[in-house]
C-alpha cells in the first residue's frame, strides 16, 4: 500500500518492461537513457539527481524541436506536455507544440508535420493518431534532414520499411500488459458466469490494438467470462457514453466493461449513473485525475498510469541526442503501474 499525492491509498502494481540502465549525458545532466538495439525500460527520473539547467543560448541559435499530439483535450497529452517542458528547459532548447483539435483529427496532424518541415525544424518527436497515415509525411520530414522520434502510439514497422522511414526511436509502455492488468482486476473481480466487453480507441492505432489484444487475454484466461462485444468509442467520452448504451441494449447482462482509456471509461460511468446501473464494473487506463477521483468514490475499479510526463521527457531528450548524433535504442518502454482502490 502507498499513498497517491492527494492522500488516498491505492495498491499499485508496477510491470517493468525491461532492465532499468543509467547513462550520463554529456551535458553533466544525469539523465536516464538506454543503450543496444533491444527493447528498455525507463523508469522515472529523479529531480533531485539533476537540478542544473542548460544556460539557454540566444533563441536564434537553439535547437527546434517540435512536439506532436494528438489532442489537449485529452489530460493525458497535457501532461505529456509537461515532460517535454521539462526537458526543453534542462536541455536549452526551444520546444514547439502543435496538436490536433480531437484524436482523430489525423489529416491535421499530417498538415501540422508538413508545416513543421517548411519551417525547417530540427527535430519532431510525434504522438501519433494513426500508426499508418503518417509514415508518408513523416518520411518526407526524414528526407529534409529533420530527426525524428516516436512517442505513445507506435508507427506500423512493416509499413516504415516499405516506404523507407527507418531509425525511428519508439518510446511508450507495454501497452498489452499493462491493458492485461486493467482488465484483470474486472475478471477477478466477477462472480462467474458473466459477460464482459471492451471499449477500443482508434482501430488503426497500435496501442489501441496492443489494449484490446491485452484484454481479451485476461478475459480469456478466467473461466465462465464471455466477452460478448468489442467496439470501438475512438478514445472518446462522448463516444463511449453512446456506445456503452448501445452495446448495453444488445447485451444487458453485461457485468463487465474494460475501456482502453480513461476518457472512455469515464463516458461508460456517465451512461451507467444515468442508466441507474451500479452492477457494473468499469476498469481503464491512463490514470488520469478524473478517473483516479472515481476510483476514491467507487465507482471506477481500476486504471493505469503508463507516466505520460516521462514519455514526453524522453522524447525531447531523445530528439537532442539523435540530433547530436548519439546511437540511441530502437526501443524504450517506461513502466505501468496498475491502480485500484482498497
Request: hydrophobic share 45%.
Amino acid at each position: 500500500m502507498i499513498k497517491n499525492l492527494n492522500g488516498s491509498e491505492r495498491r499499485i502494481h508496477t510491470v517493468a518492461a525491461c532492465a532499468r540502465v543509467v547513462l550520463f549525458f554529456v551535458f553533466g545532466l544525469i539523465l536516464v537513457a538506454c543503450g543496444g538495439a533491444t527493447p528498455q525500460s525507463a523508469s522515472l527520473i529523479d529531480k533531485t539527481q539533476s537540478q542544473a539547467t542548460a544556460t539557454p543560448a540566444p533563441a536564434a541559435d537553439r535547437l527546434q524541436v517540435a512536439l506532436v499530439m494528438k489532442t489537449l483535450t485529452n489530460p493525458f497529452f497535457i501532461e505529456m506536455e509537461k515532460g517535454a517542458r521539462r526537458a526543453e528547459q534542462e536541455l536549452g532548447i526551444e520546444l514547439i507544440v502543435k496538436t490536433g483539435a480531437q484524436e482523430t483529427s489525423i489529416e491535421q496532424q499530417i498538415a501540422i508535420v508538413d508545416d513543421f518541415i517548411a519551417r525547417g525544424v530540427d527535430a519532431i518527436v510525434i504522438a501519433p493518431g494513426s500508426s499508418t497515415e503518417l509514415i508518408p509525411v513523416l518520411k518526407k520530414a526524414q528526407d529534409a534532414g529533420i530527426v525524428v522520434i516516436n512517442i505513445d502510439n507506435r508507427l506500423d514497422a512493416d509499413l516504415s520499411a516499405s516506404l523507407g522511414l527507418t531509425g525511428v526511436p519508439f518510446i511508450s509502455v507495454d501497452n498489452a500488459a499493462g491493458a492485461y492488468l486493467s482488465a484483470k482486476c474486472i475478471a477477478d473481480g466477477l462472480a462467474t458466469p458473466a459477460e464482459v466487453m471492451i471499449l477500443e480507441g482508434i482501430r488503426e492505432a497500435k496501442n489501441a490494438q496492443d489494449r484490446k489484444a491485452g484484454a481479451e487475454r485476461a478475459f480469456s484466461e478466467a473461466e465462465g467470462l464471455t466477452l460478448v462485444a468489442s467496439e470501438t468509442a475512438n478514445w472518446k467520452i462522448d463516444e463511449a457514453y453512446t456506445v456503452t448504451r448501445k452495446l448495453l441494449q444488445d447485451h444487458p447482462d453485461v457485468k463487465g466493461i474494460f475501456a482502453a482509456n480513461d476518457m472512455m471509461a469515464l463516458g461508460a460511468l456517465k451512461y451507467l449513473a444515468d442508466a441507474g446501473n451500479s452492477d457494473v464494473l468499469v476498469a481503464g487506463f491512463d490514470a488520469l485525475a478524473e478517473a483516479l477521483a472515481a476510483i476514491d468514490e467507487g465507482t471506477l475499479l481500476c486504471t493505469v498510469d503508463q507516466q505520460p510526463a516521462e514519455q514526453g521527457y524522453l522524447g525531447v531528450q531523445f530528439a537532442v541526442r539523435a540530433h547530436n548524433g548519439e546511437k540511441l535504442p530502437a526501443e524504450v518502454l517506461v513502466d505501468v503501474n496498475l491502480i485500484q482502490g482498497d
